[in-house]
């Protein structure tokens, strides 16, 4: 086994248990070459320039989206971070790059499922009782495809039996709707930081710490934490994520309803589901009709998502669950209890040294 160097200039190991990088160290990347220079860099935002000539290999990590066509892209990171000897770890990319193989990019990194597994303990449920509401559907912030989700629920009536919320950076209200038993249902530290945001008038996601992980040194957003109450008096998940036709990206919404062992539907890029399956997470085929996911017309794939809401509105919900019992529990330890893509990952970079 040889020696080699890594350096961290954005400290991503300094909070390597939490991100998922545990396995990044000498004692787990063995290698059989000559002493290497590793820099693991933070890079999508293609604004500032690093002079890492000196490097055997730059890995650029990216938890967000490649957003531009990836030649481009790693064209631009090349440039910017002066080195030729580079491979890219990225979290989400466009749909029209899926079936693109790209030997210098590894995709998907699941960077929320980590985070959502480190900062949430596991929720109990007792499925004999009754839940007040059908649906949640914390719908994030207001873009053209959620509000036309918001509109749905009002138009069908089902926005009564929904714990739902929206909110806007801009005008004079943050909350385009609120369901008021959120007030009572969420998370105390959610509840705190937001009411700090409203006073001040900071309208994007706060930082704050998180009540599991004292001791731990680290830090999470609001958007992170999962409110047990909340799911512990609805059903359903109404998962909107960050993207609905440009790109498959996995954020912390789809993580948190895995997470906390939900049934589910998603309003995602057409393919997402088959993405999970490949991930090896098993969905809920047997209870609903989830070829909206090969759907490519937004409308359509839209218009068959909300049939899907309907009909697990007029469903026995303790039924459907004992139904999917086993697939709820495979996610759940294939996120809490396995590497979750880390072994390929892994693989990935000892192959570009």
Same mark, same amino acid.
């Given at each position: 086994?040889?020696?080699?160097? &890594? ?5 991503? #190991? ?24 590793? &820099? ?17 290999? &730059? ?10 066509? #990836? =030649? ?16 890219? @770890?990225?979290? %989400? ?35 004999? +009782? ?9 719908? %994030? ?15 069908? %009536? ?33 509840? #705190? ?20 992980? @004292? ?14 109450? +909340? ?8 998962? !909107? ?25 998603? #309003?995602? !890029? ?38 899907? +809401? ?6 026995? =919900? ?5 139904? &999917? ?24 970079? +000892?192959?570009?040294?």
């Amino acid at each position: 086994m040889c020696s080699f160097q &890594v350096y961290d200039p954005d400290s991503l #190991f300094e909070q390597s248990n939490n991100f998922g990088f545990n396995f990044l160290n000498s004692k787990t990347l063995p290698l059989q070459q000559s002493s290497k220079k590793i &820099v693991f860099k933070s890079w999508w935002t293609p604004y500032t320039s690093y002079d890492y000539s000196w490097a055997d290999l &730059v890995v650029c990590i990216n938890s967000e989206i490649q957003n531009m066509p #990836f =030649p481009e892209y790693d064209k631009l990171a090349k440039e910017n971070l002066n080195n030729d000897k580079l491979i890219h @770890i990225i979290n %989400g990319i466009p749909i029209n790059e899926l079936n693109n193989h790209t030997p210098n990019r590894f995709y998907p990194y699941c960077y929320f499922f980590y985070i959502i597994k480190k900062v949430n303990q596991p929720i109990s449920y007792d499925y004999s +009782i009754e839940r007040p509401f059908i649906f949640e559907a914390l719908l %994030g912030q207001n873009k053209n495809f959620r509000i036309k989700i918001l509109e749905f629920l009002h138009k069908s %009536g089902l926005i009564s039996n929904t714990l739902a919320s929206m909110y806007s950076l801009e005008g004079e209200k943050m909350d385009v709707y609120r369901s008021p038993e959120l007030d009572k249902l969420e998370d105390s530290h959610f509840l #705190f930081y937001r009411q700090k945001a409203i006073q001040s008038n900071q309208r994007h996601t706060t930082a704050l710490t998180n009540k599991n992980l @004292i001791g731990d040194h680290f830090w999470a957003l609001a958007s992170w934490i999962i409110s047990e109450k +909340i799911y512990q008096n609805s059903w359903f998940s109404i998962i !909107a994520e960050t993207q609905f036709n440009e790109y498959v990206f996995f954020t912390e919404k789809t993580a948190k309803a895995i997470f906390g062992k939900r049934i589910f539907v998603i #309003f995602s !890029a057409p393919g997402t589901l088959e993405l999970l399956k490949n991930l090896g997470f098993k969905t809920f085929d047997n209870i609903i009709d989830e070829s909206y996911d090969n759907i490519i017309n937004d409308h359509l794939r839209m218009k068959m998502i909300f049939t899907q +809401i309907v009909l697990l509105s007029k469903s026995n =919900p303790a039924y459907l669950y004992s139904q &999917v019992a086993p697939i709820l529990e495979h996610n759940f330890n294939l996120l809490t209890k396995t590497n979750l893509n880390l072994d390929n990952l892994r693989q990935f970079i +000892i192959e570009h040294l």
